[in-house]
């Protein structure tokens, strides 16, 4: 049996068929040894790669009898990094580092060291990173049209989150709650195109939202008349890259946004990726499509610092289009035994 003919098949089929043909074949016995065997081949080959140091370098399974010494454990990590620094310091390695100049490396560490032990979940102890936080998120939501101040339902806020996985998780988990507390819906969906982020597949598992994948466009960008067959009234938003990661190209936003807010429901442009790179080639005269909150039925943002915005691993930011929107990202707890527990993201400590 030929997989690799096979999986080509599915992939000319619609997406929901192909998953019930794949169901239908891992079922069989014989598919089901072969691709356990194609798995443990797989995992062999990735061995080299990814545990380069067996072998070569000290190995702790448990705790030590005797704690090591300070210069020692710095050296070992000094020697591991730099076996690893012409891996992804000469700029090719793609989707991992985006900024490799030594100046602002170690301008970066330097604050990082700084702040090592600043915790936000006590904003009381320290008062310095929610001031942080308020101007990271103040300047991003500028940067992305959002309106500074004035209507309370137009101000763009928003909080900042370890990557874009978790501005993708939290946006979602937002429509779902609010659809929840305001339209009584028991089974969300949400409705993205197939070229959007993986980040969307884990946030519907986490979840429980149904997941609906529509096919793209011949130019790779999502397909406005696909997406809106895909609405139904258990959509609690759709989805729009800016742009994909997989192609690079910018989705209708303007078009697809448009079909949200005329069914009522949100629009999340995940732009991770282009988020601090579309204002700029804007201002130089590029043709950037609408892509942000200057678009009207945009209601939420994902925007990466830790990526063009050159912030250090791991940041990223998350906006909503007016504070009503937000409040359904947040978790409380007030009869806890310890006191009042309020959490804005998916971290407690962060």
């Known amino acids: 049996m030929d997989l690799a003919a096979v999986a080509a098949r599915l992939e000319r089929l619609n997406p929901k068929v192909a998953a019930a043909a794949e169901r239908l074949a891992v079922a ?12 443990e081949r797989m995992l062999a080959g990735m061995e ?3 545990k380069p140091y067996r072998g070569q370098a ?3 399974p448990r705790l030590p009898p005797h704690g090591l010494p300070r210069d020692q454990v710095l050296r070992e990590v000094e020697e591991l990094a730099a076996r690893e620094r012409s891996r992804w310091h000469d700029g090719l390695a793609s989707g991992a580092v985006y900024h490799g100049d030594d100046g602002h490396l170690a301008f970066l560490d330097r604050v990082y060291a700084l702040t090592s032990q600043v915790n936000p979940l006590h904003a009381d102890l320290w008062p310095s990173a929610a001031k942080h936080e308020a101007e990271i ?3 991003t939501a500028a940067m992305l049209g959002g309106d500074p101040g004035g209507d309370a339902a137009r101000q763009v806020v928003g909080t900042v989150t370890s990557g874009g996985t978790e501005s993708i998780l939290l946006a979602v988990k937002a429509y779902r709650d609010r659809a929840r507390a305001t339209r009584r819906i028991a ?12 980040a969307f597949d884990k946030a519907a598992h986490y979840f429980g939202i149904k997941l609906v994948r ?4 011949p130019d790779y960008r999502a397909d406005v008349a696909a997406m809106r067959r895909a609405v139904n009234r258990h959509t609690v938003a759709m989805v729009g890259s800016a742009p994909s990661f997989p192609h690079g190209v910018v989705d209708p936003i303007e078009e697809l946004a448009a079909v949200a807010s005329d069914r009522g429901i ?3 442009t995940d732009a991770c990726l282009g988020g601090f790179v579309l204002p700029w080639a804007r201002r130089l005269g590029y043709q950037v499509p609408g892509f942000d909150f200057q678009v009207p039925g945009v209601t939420s943002m994902s925007a990466d610092t830790h990526k063009f915005g050159y912030a250090a691993k791991g940041t990223s930011v998350v906006l909503y289009r007016g504070a009503a929107l937000r409040r359904f990202q947040y978790f409380t ?15 407690g400590s962060r």
Do not use: K, N
Not at 28 to 39: N, Q, T
Not at 187 to 198: E, I, K, S
Not at 334 to 342: A, I, T
């Open 266 to 268: 949100g629009f999340h």
């Open 333 to 347: 707890a007030s009869d806890w035994p310890g006191g009042l527990y309020l959490s804005p993201t998916l971290a």
């Open 48 to 50: 080299a790669s990814v």
């Open 137 to 139: 998120v103040a300047m």
């Open 58 to 60: 000290a190995s702790f």
């Open 187 to 198: 089974r969300p969906q949400l409705v993205a195109p197939t070229t959007a982020h993986v």
């Open 28 to 39: 069989i016995p014989a598919v089901r040894a072969r691709l356990d065997r194609e798995y």
């Open 214 to 217: 529509v096919p793209v466009g």
